[in-house]
């Protein structure tokens, strides 16, 4: 009997190794899970037949292109588009052996907090189905924490693999921007856009960021890693210099509940050895968002014109000329969200705004970059909340575009700077998980995934959620 | 970000028609209103921005240092026509087909 509940990839690797079990065996075990609390979650868009081997499966945001497998970023425009070629992140999966075992929901292009913005409707949150998974990676996340997947591939924008991590108890990654290739990834906002690993385990989350790195020729803004990637294996924090940026722990925004656990972790790295110090980002907080909604939106109008029903994709059947296709095929496509961004996007972008605002943007993003540059001479890694609260019900913020915008506060930011960020649980509040989010210079994912250790460590976090414990 | 900051530029219905325009949406009367509504409130948002002054410094559009990147000129497999036309929509022979007319 395989618990896919309680199994790490790190454990499930070994079955197989040491013969226990069969590659068939372990997919299996993952798609009776699937079938058996799926239709409850809706993490996944498609599930995948095992086309055989050992390797072990891994769930893939359905923004990633998969030869032969569809492909709809959760988007109506997209509903039967099936690749006709792997993307990077995709191919090097499949030279580890590693096998897709299906395509997870998320928000519409990746643009959301929630995964309510997903055409083919919401996933639920394992922990309590009446709350959100966070997003826009909710279905990825989910997976995990629901034992559906060992582990699974997420983007992150503005926060899509770190915030739905948070609110699922799971591991996540955002990686270094320009560590992981973009090619064949549907795109949203491509100097912001990162593929990067979503785990049980910091462990398994560092392996497979290993799997994910390096330069692809197909991806031009690919670098090569300066060192490999290292498995954490310290328990200690001894030398490890963490700032705590004081507005990103005192904003009003943040639950009492959430703060709580944040401050138990601070002290608990004190304990551990590291050096605290407390440290200040004051136009990160303030501008980071109105930042990322120009340069995020600017960059999806541009993207999201391919989207013409010429090509792939949906194509409106009631037009009778191009101009028509082109209008009524996007009209009758996209959804309200995408749609809003288009629409900011284009005006932003527009003769006589850009300079305000598209441009203007740009330099508050060199701002948030020395701003953060300036606390990493002091400080090896900063530690904050990831999301200001715990998961909230379905619908919550539906209505309210600006109020879902700002669950992303405090992970924009890093993002804009393209900085590395990992997401660690660190214990339940109301029930419910709670994550601090560790950032940290370019290239530092090794410090990362050594501090996310030795707290995951102390903390001693169960991933379980108690009614999925319940139901097996 | 402050809820009640002065409205700088309202988008007004020409301009908002001018901008679907630009973008190549459709939108319903309906549509027009509900977006409308919001995309003021998200211009009004974001125009934040706007409070810094940043005439000194440099822009930012890539977060890495890469400046450029050369590929030897050499011709690589690359997708058949069958693959490149498998998701079309409508298509003639080897070409995607679409309707005339329209600008």
Redesign the interface.
Known sequence: MIDTLRLSAYDALELVRSRQVSGAELFAAYREAIDRHDPELHCYLHVCEDEGGDGLPIAVKDVIGTKGIPTTAGSRILE???P??DATVIARCKQHGLRVLGKTNTDEFAMGSSTENSAYGPTRNPWDPTRVPGGSGGGSAAAVAAGLAPWALGSDTGGSIKQPAALCGNVGLRPT??TVSRYGVVAFAS?LDQVGPVARTVRDCAYLYSILAGRD?CD??T?DLPHGVELPERTDLNGVRIGVPTEFTEHEAIEPGVRALVERTVDLCRELGAEVGECSLP?SL??G???Y??IAPAEA?SNL?RY????????SPN??????????T??EG?G?EP??R???G???L?AGYYD??Y?????????L?REHAEAFERFDVLLTPTSPTVAFELGAKAAN??AMY?NDLLTIPSCM???PGLNVPCGLSEGLPVGVQLIGP?FSENTLFAVGYALEQAIGFDPVPPRMAAAV | MEKNRRKLMAIDREQLLHVAHLARLELSDDELERLGAQLNDIIDAVSKVSELDLSDVPPTSHPLDVVNVWEADEPRPCLTVEEALANAPEREGDYFKVPPGGS
Do not use: N, W
């Not at chain 1, 037009?319 to 009524?328: I, P, V």
């Open positions: 039967h588009y099936v006709v070629y921007y320009g100097s020729p031009t803004t670098v136009r303030d501008y968002v109105p930042c909604y120009l109008s014109a013409d029903g010429v090509r792939y994709g949906y194509r037009a009778d000329d191009r101009y028509e296709m082109y209008t009524r996007r009209d996209f309200d749609k809003r288009i629409m900011v284009t005006y932003a527009s305000a605002y441009g203007q943007a740009q330099k508050v993003r060199t701002v970059i575009p600006l700002l700077a393209g900085l370019q």
